[in-house]
């Protein structure tokens, strides 16, 4: 998924940060707001749900 974000959006975000965890959480963050949580949603997050949350703060 990173490198489907790099791709879409590289001349529009500034950076991404990845930071290891344990315990099988796996958060998306976009400028500080959660948009996903695997540990709520029990499941990976898709591109598509991702995308739109990047999009509307760079629109």
């Not at 950076?15 to 695997?38: C, H, M, N, W």
Request: charged fraction near 30%.
């Amino acid at each position: 998924m990173t490198d489907q974000i790099v791709n879409a959006f590289k001349q529009d975000i500034e950076a991404i940060t990845l930071i290891p965890s344990s315990g099988g959480r796996f958060e998306v963050t976009v400028d500080g707001e959660l948009v996903f949580s695997k540990l709520k949603e029990k499941r990976f997050p898709e591109y598509d749900e991702i995308q739109p949350h990047i999009q509307s703060r760079i629109s």
